[in-house]
Nanobody, 125 residues
């Protein structure tokens, strides 16, 4: 049974930092590109960042470029999202997801095979 478990969310002030973690189990983690998405209340889920299986290619949404960093540790089956200079508009539930093996179709949520349950990030002004 595949599980993706996010952690690290919380309530912070604008300008603060958070690091999200996503621990994977039940799959060969190094076979999967991984992505982070977010969904604000009343809005559609949107792409945030993605990383290839070996960390060799990173992709970011324009809205987070220069502030967020995605990384992974295949030995720990974990993907991270370091979020700096947080803004109120970053408030959302953040989800990690495992892309289809061998794929790097990253912007479309339907291209991902597995999803975590999400972690809430709230940024106050």
């Amino acid at each position: 049974q595949v599980q993706l478990v996010e952690s690290g969310g919380g309530l912070v002030q604008a300008g603060d930092s958070l690091r999200l973690s996503c621990a994977a189990s039940g799959l060969t983690f190094s076979n999967y590109a991984m992505g982070w998405f977010r969904q604000a209340s009343g809005k559609e889920r949107e792409f945030v960042a993605a990383i290839t299986w070996n960390g060799g290619r990173l992709t970011y949404a324009d809205s987070v470029k220069g502030r967020f960093t995605i990384s992974r540790d295949n030995a720990k089956n974990t993907v991270y999202l370091q979020m700096n200079s947080l803004k109120p508009e970053d408030t959302a539930v953040y989800y990690c997801a495992a892309n289809s093996p061998g794929s790097y179709i990253i912007y479309n949520p339907t291209a991902y095979d597995y999803w975590g349950q999400g972690t809430q990030v709230t940024v106050s002004s």
